[in-house]
């Protein structure tokens, strides 16, 4: 008599053993890929006598959930999970810190760092005036110009 065989076991985004049997009683235990995280009932999967495997076990994608930036905009057109992308675009007058605005859903479920920091205007030197500004010389302070006397102001 011929062992009953299970036939081919596939688990998406994970990883089984290089080799296995597939014929009864034999059992096989799949891990996740990188990434991936075990959805369904935990332990092995056991061919039973009725041919077919005993477990239904998935590997979805980890979730990085929604990003949400201050200063910017997020969209996430193909998802929160990985290994997907996001796109930052920041509000006028701030700029991006990192090295693209894209980034990436991590395989540990956390997205990329990536911040809007407020654009540094520099320090305002101006001839035959002074200059006083509050709250520092980024986006969207302001500073206050006062001409020398005997000079009027010139410009916005």
């Known amino acids: ?33 990188t990434g991936y995280t075990g959805n369904g009932p935990s332990g092995p999967f056991n061919c039973l006598n009725t041919g077919s495997w005993s477990t239904f076990f998935t590997c979805p994608a980890v979730n990085c959930g929604a990003l949400s930036r201050t200063n910017g905009v997020v969209t996430t057109p193909s998802g929160t999970t990985f290994p997907n992308s996001a796109t930052v675009t920041c509000n006028a007058g701030y700029t991006a810190s990192g090295a693209s605005k894209t980034v990436q859903c991590q395989s540990s479920g956390v997205w990329e760092s990536f911040t809007c920091n407020a654009v540094n205007c520099g320090v305002l030197i101006v001839n035959q005036g002074t200059v006083v500004t509050t709250g520092g010389n980024t986006y969207p302070n302001n500073a206050t110009v006062t001409c020398n006397t005997g000079y009027t102001g010139n410009g916005d």
């Open 1 to 33: 008599r011929q062992a009953l065989n299970c036939g081919p076991l596939t688990v998406t985004n994970a990883q089984l053993p290089p080799s296995f049997s597939t014929t009864y009683p034999s059992s096989v235990i799949a891990t996740c890929n």
